[in-house]
């Protein structure tokens, strides 16, 4: 059984920054009807690429971030309870800017997290640029989600198929945790100060997200979202934070939810903050579909799989 902990509902301000050329193109792929509320920034230093980077608010930068673009972006962060940086290591602007947009957002009490897109080896001219940077914005953030563009690479059969990976990974993470603390519908609702526990702990942050429909479609979801490209076992078992969201329409049941909590028991190791909340959406039909972050993995000696203690985990309700 998990330990039930009440949690008053608090509408979080939610932000996503794209930085450079792909970092802003990227926005354009984040589905804006499933992101209701949330406010899109895109950061460049390319007049041109911010005039097509699909945002609600721009800001053109000087190559060294000037003091002035520093207090821009802190007069658009003001009162922002969480912070999302997209941005991908092959070019200049990403590595050198991305570690001072976290640095001003911790600053600002804003709970921060990073997605990077890594460059696959071929890029070799900028890997040593990427991996100063990937250091950098690792010391600035509190969650750094990676996506392996190499590892993609091997795992499916076209380029074209490798980016749609890629940006069904970005919306898993951003999704996953925009739909628990923007959205107010759930059998169990969980908010900011939630996902500030889990999030807390620095370290590397991997997501998994499955769907499934119709008989023991709970049970087919987690063990899809368990087995997804990016998610191991191994890395799971070792995450000092796991937040989780179930999203299914108005059929949801609670036994669907101890399903899904029975199976991340399992994995969850002995210590670790395991989170979980639920989005109801009327218009989801029969499909139910759960997404798992694991946040904090240490890049030591990983445990051995041990049933986690029911008293430490902790879930909020309303």
Known sequence: MFEFVDSHSVEAIVKVIGIGGAGCNTL????????????????DTDPLALGSAKADIKLQISGDFMPADGESLRAMLRGTDMVFIIVAMGGRTGPNIAPIVAEIAREMGCLTVAIVIEPITSEGEHLNIARQGFEA?????????????????HQVSSPE??????????????QGIVGLVVTRSGLININI??????????GRGIVGSGTAAGEDRAEKAVNKALSSPLMTNKDLVCARGILVNITAGLDMTIEE???????????????????????????RGDELRVTVLATGISADKKPEPSLADSGRKQISHE
């Open 257 to 283: 939810f101890e399903i899904v909590g029975d199976a991340l028991k399992k994995l969850a190791l002995e210590n670790a903050t395991v989170v979980i909340g639920t989005v109801i959406d009327p218009n």
């Open 161 to 174: 198929d490798a980016f749609k990976a890629v940006n069904d990974m970005l919306y898993d993470a951003v």
């Open 193 to 202: 100060h939630d996902v500030r526990l889990v999030m807390g702990e620095h």
């Open 28 to 43: 354009g792929y984040l589905p804006r009807e499933t992101l209701d509320g949330v406010e899109f920034i895109a950061i």
């Open 137 to 153: 914005l690792s010391r600035q953030v509190n969650a750094l989600f990676v996506t392996p563009n190499d590892k993609l690479h």
